[in-house]
């Protein structure tokens, strides 16, 4: 079975500043999908960045970059000049293959300090 | 255009009872998803429907929680006879068939007395 595991249960960063979660994943396949969710506490799951396995390029949207690194099956995300806005839970998901179901991560929770 | 949305918002029930939690997808989307997020278990898949397929019901955690979908629509997540290790935010996604992004609902957070 496919697990998705993320190490920091919470991160502090200032305003402006960088920071960078960590997420590890499992799995058998050699085709599948990673993707970064924000959950404010609105609890609305919103989609941060998707990451198809096949593609060698890390994605990008925004101030929003991950850095994919297959053989080692990590797929870490950094906030770039970080906002009040961004100030969340952030899930790391897999997908074994488009429109399946999502395994996700235990989550990151992210304090944005003014 | 309309998000996914859920209803009811919050439910508050009682231990033994049964409940229904309701999903709306985004129109023309064929692919639909209950989650479960709660303190215990974390995220966790439920069930997952197809467009006419059968029902991927992989992640249901026991024969007391079952879902329909009618006319390729809403659903409907029931659980019967509630336990307090129910208590949770149950989550609805879409997605369209071809396309991976899955859209998420609100949820419904249920609490069971």
């Known amino acids: 079975a496919q697990t998705v595991t993320q190490s920091q249960p919470e991160m502090s960063v200032q305003e402006a500043e960088t920071v960078t979660l960590s997420c590890t994943y499992d799995?058998?396949?050699?085709?599948?999908?990673l993707f970064w969710y924000k959950q404010p506490p609105s609890r609305q799951m919103i989609l941060v960045i998707r990451q198809e396995a096949y593609k060698q390029q890390n994605a990008t949207e925004n101030r929003f970059s991950v850095n994919f690194q297959k053989a080692a099956k990590s797929f870490s995300l950094k906030i770039s000049d970080s906002q009040l806005g961004d100030a969340a839970m952030y899930f790391c998901?897999?997908?074994?293959?488009?429109?399946?179901?999502?395994?996700f991560g235990g989550g990151t929770r992210v304090l944005v300090k003014p | 255009g309309a998000g996914v949305s859920q209803s009811p918002s919050n439910k508050v029930t009682e231990k033994g009872k049964d409940v229904e939690l309701r999903c709306d997808p985004i129109s023309g989307h064929t692919a639909l998803y209950w989650y479960r997020q709660s303190l215990g278990q974390g995220l966790e898949f439920l069930i997952y429907?197809?467009?006419?397929?059968?029902?991927?019901k992989s992640g249901l955690p026991s024969d007391r929680f079952s879902a329909e979908r009618t006319g390729g629509s809403v659903s409907t997540l029931t659980i019967q006879r509630t336990q307090q290790e129910d208590s949770a935010v149950y989550l609805c996604a879409s997605s369209l068939a071809r396309w991976y992004e899955q859209y998420f609902g609100p949820g419904t957070r249920l609490t069971v007395t």
């Open positions: 998901a897999y997908s074994k293959a488009a429109g399946n179901k999502l395994t």
């Open positions: 429907f197809q467009g006419n397929s059968a029902p991927d």
């Open positions: 799995t058998s396949e050699s085709d599948y999908y």
